[in-house]
């Protein structure tokens, strides 16, 4: 009665008020909204947390800053064209993308060039000395007189000289341990490879002599750029600026990049490129959420629209229904605008759980006011006997499922938090919007047109015909219900969770693609741990412990770019400074090259090219490289033949431009050997400035980065992960560390979330009720109707997930609403009837608008969003099972009078209708 | 008395310049020696190597015996083995050098008959020149393989008991003994003589070797 009077004092009164009211917040709503709303990824929305956790992260930002940095993997067979690409692509894009604050494709290690040596292990030292004792002859005769020919005379020498050795003295080295170093023609191969390609024409200088001066290798981690491992891949980091004002915040950089490497790419085929890190997981995930939602929100008010429209017969009073709560909405959304300012991946499913819910609201008011118009009442009595009716019953519906939404505030997780606010807000201003709007739009209308939709009474009080076949037999329903239950209870035990942020992502999402592509192939990942130390020590000892661990692939430190073992390495190097004594670094001119004498000397080579035949006699226990061997015969050959083709002088000419390369280069070689050689240790102030600001800190923090070999984004693996780092280290964090925290405190938090509600909601029913047995009776549909839904999973092999959870308290709405309608109306009507048409067709329709609301998500690319549809779909369709079976077969059994129904039947069979 | 000056002037340099042109004529019948003795050696075991009569797997046992034989008689490989150590031959008593000088010829015939007869029944020798300077001739010949590929092989010669003898063999500059010489040292010196020869000894061992050095003891 008191609804029906304030409504009556209110809304009824002042209709037109009440419009114009609710059209101004509206259009303010909807300013609001554009001006401020905007969206965060899931990583970010799962982000903060409390506690010692916290304060560690806070930590670490504060000494090493909070870059948002993107990843730009280049993949190649090619490394100097990888590397060529990397170049490239950095400058263009400190050139062309002004949102990318600062790019990384190297560091540059010119400062530890004459250091080198100290990278090498003691036992490649060895080797090395080794190496240049056996060779500094040739080194000396070489320094003295530099030229083509001279270099290709020596080496026909260490070639005769060691096929001598071999074939008088090889016995000599074996079985002391020594390693018997085979014939090496690699250096050979490519000096003739070289003057092959001179021969034919000016070529870009490549410098050989990395085959003959071990360490000094212009492809290794010492060149300075980002490699993977295994040199599949190289990286390329770029920090990039987001626009907070941007509802898509990495919009323009990550467009910006992908623009400059796809028009780089057709100038360098072949090369595979693509950018990962967070801030291109979070532009991929935010654009194709904003796709999904906004697609997902017309296909769930069109399908909504229609559904009512049929099942009301009509498309006006359905639409005014449409209208209140599309003003609702946009209320809901200038709300979450002005208090909590964005949505996230957990609330983009504001739009449509409101149009699906809260549309509910305006069909069960709809509903019965056409019950009210059925039975003759004139149009302002209809109204108020429908608010006196129904309208006790949605007030109840929609406060139990804002409370059960409002639980959500009760978790740690923040993102949570502002989605319980969010939602049970939304819920309550569609609710309003509906009592609002809804009727004065109906006042005006039915007063123009003065329809009236005659319903026979006890038509209306007939439970749907398709159903009466059940109630009859409420115990046969009971035993199938029965069942049916027991089997989903089994297979509750088996519905999985999967904690796996990327399986979110719409399938061929590029950052994700690249993300598993370098954790599946190299020892990175875009995902790490991070763990604090305060001395260079402390960085040596932790990288210990923590490579020894199974999970853990790879550290990197400032260690890791300091040599090892500097003590033990420095005598090898004093060692090795007078074997280089003798080799001249005078810049004598190379001689003229004498083609005759070059020539001869490479037919001389030819000669000692062992055949295959020669090498089956072969007997000592390293036989010479017959491929090498063979390759160098056809060189030679080759050589000879285009010498004979092409002009002398030209040959000469062309020739002796490479000589000139090739000795300069060799007098640096020698000369950074030597500076190699006579250096001093390696300190943290000799290295690059870039570098150390990666590992330093501004507290003076060293920083070790450690990288999971299994994927990170998996729960078992990361689990694993977290506590190996958390051995070494108790206050490891990083993004593994704050999943793992993260998912955990999810779980908890929702396992919370669905007691609080149901505690929740239980009070507030049995408050309502202040009956046991309908207490029990309206939660029918709720309880069975999750069990169900969990058997339904199995069936569908769905698993929960970080998104889908969302569920828990979701699925408390329609479950609370059927029952609590359903109970409401049977208490009302004695218990003489157990589901008139009117609530059966109010309770299938809300069903089926939430279904439909929700099951747009279904069209969502995103998974997240897709698995939310999905769920709910068939959560609501479970409840509206129970809702539509169990629970009348339960009332039918539970009737302190016998039910209307029979009565009717009786009468029917009598000929008294 | 002017007349008897400038007859004895005359004299004199008739008797130096017979003398002069005795010795080029000793020479050049020694320098023609020095290339016919390596020819004949070379020839010979040429021979041997492509003799159809001795020609595979079950006749290699055969062939490479009279080659060795050949290169035993050839080769002086005492003196071969007094300069393969070098100043560590002073040191040596003379049980030790008979010693070494047995495993050197071992060891030097076996690896010089494996480079005879896999190599040389394919290459055909071009002979360039010579040198004689007293007791000792070098001569310079070109190997070429079925390519005509070349392989600069120079024999160091001495004069033992009016023949010559061989007691190197340079290929494209490296020296057989030099290469000896430098590696002997190496162990000499990082280990010691025992240990050398300990080494010499096993690979004669393994190679079912162990006769004492053949024709020019």
């Known amino acids: 009665m008191r609804m029906r009077k304030l409504m009556a004092r209110t809304v009824l009164l002042h209709p037109r008020i009440a419009l114009i009211s609710a059209l101004i917040v509206t259009l303010l709503s909807v300013y609001v909204t554009v001006q401020r709303l905007s969206f965060t990824s899931t990583r970010s929305a799962l982000a903060p947390l409390k506690g010692r956790l916290a304060q560690l992260q806070g930590e670490y930002r504060r000494a090493f800053g909070d870059l948002d940095r993107a990843i730009i993997v280049i993949q190649s067979d090619d490394q100097d064209r990888a590397k060529r690409f990397a170049a490239a692509l950095a400058r263009r894009l400190r050139a062309q993308v002004p949102e990318v604050e600062e790019v990384i494709d190297r560091f540059d290690l010119k400062a530890l060039e004459d250091h080198f040596l100290l990278y090498l292990s003691p036992q490649e030292l060895i080797d090395l000395k080794g190496k240049l004792q056996e060779h500094r002859a040739f080194l000396e005769e070489l320094s003295a007189e530099p030229g083509l020919n001279r270099l290709f005379q020596l080496i026909q020498r260490e070639i005769s000289k060691s096929l001598v050795g071999h074939l008088f003295t090889g016995f000599l080295e074996e079985g002391d341990g020594e390693e018997q170093r085979p014939l090496d023609l690699a250096l050979l191969v490519v000096l003739l490879e070289q003057i092959k390609a001179w021969t034919e024409g000016p070529q870009v200088y490549v410098s050989p002599w990395s085959r003959f001066f071990a360490g000094i290798d212009e492809n290794d981690d010492r060149d300075g750029y980002l490699w993977s491992e295994d040199k599949r891949f190289l990286f390329v980091l770029a920090t990039v600026k987001g626009d907070a004002e941007s509802f898509i915040r990495f919009r323009r950089p990550i467009e910006g990049i992908r623009k400059e490497i796809r028009a780089l790419q057709q100038r360098y085929p072949g090369i595979k490129a693509g950018v990962t890190g967070d801030p291109a997981m979070e532009y991929d995930e935010v654009s194709a959420a904003q796709r999904d939602s906004g697609l997902a929100t017309v296909i769930s008010l069109v399908g909504v629209a229609l559904l009512v429209v049929v099942v009301f017969r009509g498309v006006l009073r359905p639409l005014m229904g449409l209208i209140a709560l599309v003003m609702g909405v946009c209320w809901a959304f200038g709300f979450a605008a002005i208090t909590v300012g964005h949505l996230s991946m957990l609330s983009v499913v504001l739009a449509p759980m409101l149009i699906g819910i809260g549309m509910d609201y305006g069909i069960h008011l709809l509903a019965r006011y056409e019950e009210e118009r059925g039975r003759g009442y004139p149009i302002r009595e209809a109204l108020e006997r429908a608010f006196e009716g129904a309208g006790p019953g949605i007030l109840q519906a929609a406060l139990t499922t804002a409370v059960a939404l409002f639980t959500l505030m009760l978790t740690r997780i923040s993102a949570l938090r502002e989605l319980g606010f969010i939602t049970g807000s939304g819920l309550l201003l569609t609710l309003v919007s509906t009592f609002v709007v809804l009727p004065p739009l109906l006042l005006f209308w039915d007063r123009r047109n003065a329809v009236v939709a005659v319903v026979s009474p006890s038509l209306s009080l007939r439970p749907p015909a398709f159903l ?438 009786h009468a029917r069979s009598e000929g008294e209708l | 008395m002017m007349r008897r000056a400038r007859l004895a002037a005359r004299k004199g340099l008739m008797a130096m310049g017979i003398a002069l042109l005795w010795a080029a004529l000793a020479a050049s019948v020694q320098a023609g020696e020095t290339t016919d003795r390596v020819k004949g050696e070379l020839d010979r075991t040429s021979a041997v190597v492509k003799d159809p009569a001795l020609q595979g797997t079950a006749k290699e046992e055969e062939r490479k015996a009279r080659v060795k034989e050949m290169i035993f008689r050839w ?143």
């Open chain 1, 468 to 905: 009466e076949a059940c109630y009859r037999r409420p115990r046969t329903v009971l035993a199938l219900s029965g069942l049916a239950t027991m089997i989903a209870l089994y297979a509750l035990s088996s519905v999985g969770f999967d904690g796996n942020i990327l399986r979110l992502q719409a399938e061929g999402t590029e950052s994700v693609i690249w993300e598993l592509k370098i954790i599946k192939n190299s020892e990175r990942s875009t995902s790490y741990g991070v763990i604090l130390a305060r001395t260079l020590e402390e960085v040596r000892e932790k990288t210990l412990a923590l490579e020894s661990l199974p999970t853990i692939s790879k550290v990197e430190s400032i260690a890791t770019v300091m040599p090892e073992n500097q003590e033990r390495k420095l005598p090898l190097l004093r060692e090795l400074q007078p074997v280089l004594e003798g080799v001249g670094l005078e810049a004598a001119p190379p001689a003229a090259v004498d083609l005759e004498g070059l020539r001869d000397t490479l037919s001389r080579i030819k000669a000692k090219m062992l055949t295959p035949e020669e090498v089956e006699k072969w007997d000592r226990k390293d036989r010479p490289p017959l491929e090498m061997m063979g390759k160098v015969g056809r060189l030679i050959e080759e050589f000879q033949t285009l010498l004979a083709g092409h002009d002398p002088e030209e040959v000469r000419r062309r020739l002796s431009t490479y000589q000139g390369e090739l000795f300069h280069d060799f007098r640096d070689k020698v000369a950074l050997l030597a500076r190699a050689v006579a250096s001093g240790p390696v300190g943290i102030k000799d290295l690059p400035r870039d570098l150390k600001k990666q590992f330093i800190g501004r507290d003076g923090s060293y920083l070790l980065r450690v990288f999971p070999r299994q994927d990170p984004w998996e729960v078992a693996s990361q689990a694993a992960f977290v506590a190996d780092m958390r051995r070494v280290d108790p206050d490891a964090v990083g993004d593994p560390v704050e999943g793992h925290e993260v998912i955990a405190t999810m779980k908890r938090g929702y396992q919370q979330v669905g007691i609080y509600a149901l505690i929740g909601v239980a009070i507030l029913i049995l408050l309502n009720f202040r009956d046991l047995r309908y207490f029990l009776l309206a939660k029918v549909p709720l309880l069975v109707g999750a069990v169900w839904t969990a058997g339904l999973m199995q069936l569908f092999r769905v698993k929960f997930n970080l998104a889908n959870l969302i569920i828990i308290p979701l699925i408390v709405a329609p479950g609370v609403e059927n029952g609590l309608l359903i109970v409401h109306r049977y208490r009302e009507e004695a218990e003489s009837v157990v589901l008139p048409r009117s609530i059966g067709k109010g309770v299938t329709l809300s069903s089926l608008t939430t279904m439909v609301g929700f099951g747009s998500l279904m069209t969502a690319h995103h998974r997240g969003a897709f698995s939310i549809g999905l769920l709910v779909t068939l959560g609501v369709g479970s409840v509206l099972a129970v809702s539509l079976t169990l629970l009348p077969a339960l009332l039918t059994l539970a009737a302190k009078r016998p039910s209307m129904m029979k009565g009717m039947a």
């Open chain 2, 75 to 217: 080769f002086d490989v005492k003196e071969m083995a007094r300069r393969s150590l070098g100043g560590n031959w002073a040191t040596r008593s003379e049980q030790e050098r008979r010693d070494f000088v047995e495993l050197f010829g071992d060891l030097f015939v076996e690896s010089y008959t494996r480079l005879v007869v896999d190599h040389l029944a394919d290459q055909r020798v071009i002979y360039l020149s010579e040198a004689v300077d007293g007791q000792l001739a070098t001569v310079k010949t070109k190997f070429l393989s079925k390519r005509d590929d070349p392989t600069f092989v120079d024999f160091a010669l001495f004069r033992r008991d009016g023949a010559w003898a061989a007691y190197d063999v340079v290929i494209d500059d490296v020296s057989i003994l030099g290469n000896y010489r430098t590696q002997f040292n190496k162990i000499i010196h990082t280990q010691s003589y025992e240990a050398l020869v300990k080494k010499m000894r096993l690979k004669q061992e393994s190679e079912g070797l162990g006769t004492a050095a053949k024709g020019s003891q």
